[in-house]
């Protein structure tokens, strides 16, 4: 029968994921910091004066916007959801958020805003800056923006938008009770702009180990998924154990 430590030995295999997954992300963003904020590859060439600090010859500054499309999120009515699967799957705001990836909650029949996969979705409304990333298409409401790399750089994208966090973190109650940022403000953020070819070097390395991290978040879930289908039967004796190895 399903006993609490064969639920116990699958919270310790989702903990196991989850592990692996921040220590990838770690992975990836030391590069990135190591690459666009010390830049230390870099440093044997010369450096130019910036409104940024020292940057790179060859490199510049620039806004979002230059390598981004951002849509702001707008809600369906609330007569459109649902949580039995019917219609896309829709975000509200970072309610759904996970550490990287938001989980599944309400889907929508009339989506109006997307998301496209891999695209980061940032919180607009307090806590401005807390940042996913779109697993699937998806459906967002008005606390949620969309940046999505208009050159498939999506690994650059998404750290660079947590390198921003700090600046993200001053809407946070700047001159009204909660905190928000508009179109405007997400597209004008002033980032450094390395060129293309940096880019893609970066992309390349880091792009399999976002992959890896999808994948098995992708299977995790699908683990999870198949223990909330059995579990409920098990319990109910509706399914046996023998019933799983015929």
Not at 30 to 57: H, N, Q
Request: net charge neutral; hydrophobic share 35%.
């Amino acid at each position: 029968m399903w006993t609490y430590s064969s639920t116990y030995k699958h919270s310790i295999y989702f903990s196991k994921f989850q592990h692996i997954n921040d220590n990838l992300e770690q992975q990836a963003l030391a590069i990135y910091r190591s690459w666009f904020v010390d830049f230390e590859p870099f440093k044997g060439g010369k450096f130019v004066g910036s409104e940024l600090g020292e940057i790179p010859e060859g490199w510049r500054v620039g806004k979002l916007i230059e390598i981004a499309d951002i849509i702001m999120g707008q809600s369906p009515q609330g007569r459109s959801f649902n949580e039995v699967g019917d219609g896309i799957v829709f975000y509200q705001g970072r309610t759904e958020f996970g550490d990287r990836f938001p989980s599944i909650r309400l889907y929508t029949t009339e989506p109006n805003r997307f998301a496209e996969p891999l695209s980061v979705l940032l919180s607009v409304r307090a806590p401005v800056g807390d940042i996913n990333i779109a697993h699937r298409k998806c459906c967002i409401g008005r606390g949620l923006a969309s940046i999505k790399s208009n050159n498939a750089h999506y690994s650059f994208i998404f750290y660079t938008m947590q390198s921003l966090k700090p600046l993200l973190d001053k809407f946070n109650g700047e001159g009204t009770v909660f905190g928000s940022i508009n179109r405007s403000s997400i597209e004008n953020m002033t980032i450094v702009i390395p060129p293309n070819d940096i880019i893609e070097r970066f992309e390349r390395i880091t792009q399999k180990i976002d992959m890896k991290i999808l994948n098995s978040f992708n299977e995790s879930n699908n683990l999870k998924e198949q223990r909330d289908i059995l579990l409920p039967k098990l319990i109910s004796g509706e399914l046996k154990i023998n019933d799983l190895h015929s």
